[in-house]
């Protein structure tokens, strides 16, 4: 049978040579927040991937919630993705930039002792991974509304940047409890403003972001990872299909180079999630769609030949397969990620996993 993985897709104005994606991968190796060569050779020796989407970026201080992670909102932090731009360029790759605010899903720790910020002053249970170990959320502030047009502005010049240093596209990101999930959700979102309560008053400010974002890249080269099904940082809605089939409609005018959702996972189903079942979200969205979450070969063959989505992403297994589309192609057998060396740390587990060839 053919591999429709290895076949090429259209997204925006680019060709994909397949349609097996590099998922979005926080590692952690970037103490001072600018790429670092070790983070070029990561990236690089990943090229051949149909498109790369890079781990979140936070697009301002505020955003920030994990240490040693890469920003994207100065010209330094451009300086050193485009090291890692132009190398997956020379292969003919493509990748586009995640763009990230945490929103209360941080520390007091990261703001110099001030609260972190969140649509309402609603604690996540949990523990935030910060420079001094796991440590207890807080109870976020809830931003003023006035401070809103603030964040979406930090969206547009990190997009800037992103354009600066080279990116193909960029994707935002609003799944897995941060910011932009915290705004869709009842359950973190009590706001009786313009930005809570109904589901178009919770959407307003990814459209928004949306939008800002769009006027620098084009909606043709903007891509929107949303997780409708997750109960990933204490995230949870009264009615999350409604919420989200409400959203997609609302995407749909605008032509994005695509959606990413991902699946419910197992721990999702565990946390009780109300699962969102993805034809459900086909039928709602009109354009590309990524699927993500624990897929292997096999079932990411049969997710696209039943047409239910059209590329889809691999993360833990891009961990440990620097050359995932080759060995797919070949049916060769893959290396086991090793979860103890996924964040942080030096090459162990992060450039030394081989490659067939
Ligand atoms: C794992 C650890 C830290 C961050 C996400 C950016 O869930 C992340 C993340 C995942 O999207």
């Not at 209360?104 to 703001?111: E, G, K, Q």
């Not at 972190?116 to 809830?142: E, M, N």
């Not at 990413?260 to 197992?266: S, Y």
């Amino acid at each position: 049978m053919t591999s429709q993985l290895h076949s090429a897709l259209k997204i925006g104005p680019y060709q994909l040579s397949n349609r097996i994606i590099m998922a979005p991968l926080t590692r952690m190796r970037a103490p001072a927040h600018i790429p670092t060569d070790l983070m070029v050779t990561y990236y690089d020796q990943r090229a051949s991937a149909g498109l790369i989407i890079s781990e979140a970026t936070p697009i301002s201080t505020q955003g920030v919630g994990y240490p040693a992670v890469p920003y994207m909102f100065n010209a330094e932090h451009v300086a050193g993705w485009k090291k890692i731009t132009a190398a997956i360029h020379a292969k003919n790759g493509l990748i586009f930039q995640q763009l990230w605010h945490v929103g209360r899903i941080s520390h007091p720790d990261f703001h110099e002792g001030e609260l972190p910020v969140a649509p309402s002053a609603i604690a996540p249970k949990g523990k935030a991974f910060t420079p001094k170990g796991l440590q207890d959320f807080v109870t976020p502030r809830a931003l003023e509304i006035n401070e809103i047009p603030g964040i979406v502005a930090d969206y547009k010049n990190a997009a800037q940047h992103a354009l600066d240093a080279g990116f193909d596209g960029v994707e935002i990101h609003a799944a897995n409890g941060y910011l932009l999930d915290q705004f869709l959700r009842d359950g973190s979102n009590a706001r009786t403003d313009a930005y809570g309560g109904s589901f178009e008053n919770r959407v307003r400010f990814l459209l928004e972001v949306t939008a800002a974002v769009i006027e620098v890249w084009g909606a043709d080269r903007v891509g929107i990872r949303i997780s409708p099904s997750g109960t990933f940082n204490d995230m949870a809605d009264s009615n999350p299909e409604a919420i989200f089939v409400y959203l997609l409609e609302q995407l749909n005018p605008l032509n994005l180079a695509y959606l990413h959702v991902v699946d419910a996972l197992e721990g999702d189903i565990r946390h009780g999630a109300k699962v969102i079942g993805l034809d459900a979200l086909r039928k709602a969205y009109e354009g590309t769609l990524i699927v993500c979450g624990g897929y292997d070969q096999a079932r990411a063959e049969q997710v696209l030949e039943q047409g239910q989505a059209d590329a889809v992403a691999f993360g833990q297994l891009y961990i440990a397969n620097p050359d995932l589309v080759e060995r797919f192609a070949l049916n060769a057998p893959l290396n086991k990620p090793n979860a103890g060396t996924f964040y942080g740390g030096n090459e162990k587990g992060y450039t030394d996993y081989p490659s067939l060839a």
